[in-house]
T-cell receptor, first 116, second 112 residues
Framework: NAGVMQNPRHLVRRRGQEARLRCSPMKGHSHVYWYRQLPEEGLKFMVYLQKENIIDESGMPKERFSAEFPKEGPSILRIQQVVRGDSAAYFC??????????????FGPGTRLTVL | LAKTTQPISMDSYEGQEVNITCSHNNIATNDYITWYQQFPSQGPRFIIQGYKTKVTNEVASLFIPADRKSSTLSLPRVSLSDTAVYYCLVGDQDSGNTPLVFGKGTRLSVIA
């Protein structure tokens, strides 16, 4: 069973461009979470999605950021008009519908976004 | 969500036992204590979870005193590959699938 997959692993964008980050959850997992990590900091929650629904987006900036998890295909985190402050590692995690260890989320390797 | 406090960093020599203590004075009745490990340039991974007393698995042990206001992650005989950041998280079991709240964690450096 493949783990959580994220691509690209590294992404370089110039200010004002769009960044699109993809996450494929583990097989059988329908819950996806996106987190952002700045250097020397812990991960900060951004958004929680289930298939075709946003459950909690309380950690997402109100502007320029959006996320989706369509019925088919990976979850996408989209950042429009990127600024230097968006440079960070973005991690995706997934968890199963029910069962398993409480609070166990399975993390992908992350996408490191650099804004020039 | 209960706030957690951990040391920023720790150093240890290979082969030693390492104990990382986390304070969570405001822990609620339904809260479980969970530890994650993050290697450089990787996402975190779950290592252990407990509610009270002691939990042990192939990776670590977790000690939780009766008042549950703190917990100690114990790593036996660490090796260089245990160098990582260790996060202590506290959350409500009844909330189901909920976002994780990470602090800054404890950066463990294992020295040869």
């Amino acid at each position: 069973n493949a783990g959580v997959m994220q691509n690209p692993r590294h992404l370089v964008r110039r200010r004002g461009q769009e960044a699109r980050l993809r996450c494929s959850p583990m097989k059988g997992h329908s819950h996806v979470y996106w987190y952002r990590q700045l250097p020397e900091e812990g991960l900060k929650f951004m958004v929680y999605l289930q298939k075709e629904n946003i459950i909690d987006e309380s950690g997402m900036p109100k502007e320029r950021f959006s996320a989706e998890f369509p019925k088919e295909g990976p979850s996408i985190l989209r950042i429009q008009q990127v600024v230097r402050g968006d440079s960070a590692a973005y991690f995706c995690a997934s968890s199963p519908v029910a069962g398993g260890i409480y609070n166990e989320q399975f993390f992908g390797p992350g996408t490191r976004l650099t804004v020039l | 969500l209960a706030k957690t406090t951990q040391p920023i960093s720790m150093d240890s020599y290979e082969g030693q036992e390492v104990n990382i203590t986390c304070s969570h004075n405001n822990i609620a009745t339904n809260d479980y204590i969970t530890w994650y490990q993050q290697f450089p340039s990787q996402g975190p991974r779950f290592i252990i979870q407990g509610y009270k007393t002691k939990v042990t698995n192939e990776v670590a042990s977790l000690f939780i005193p009766a008042d549950r206001k703190s917990s100690t992650l114990s790593l036996p005989r660490v090796s260089l590959s245990d160098t990582a950041v260790y996060y202590c998280l506290v959350g409500d079991q009844d909330s189901g699938n909920t976002p994780l709240v990470f602090g800054k964690g404890t950066r463990l450096s294992v020295i040869a």
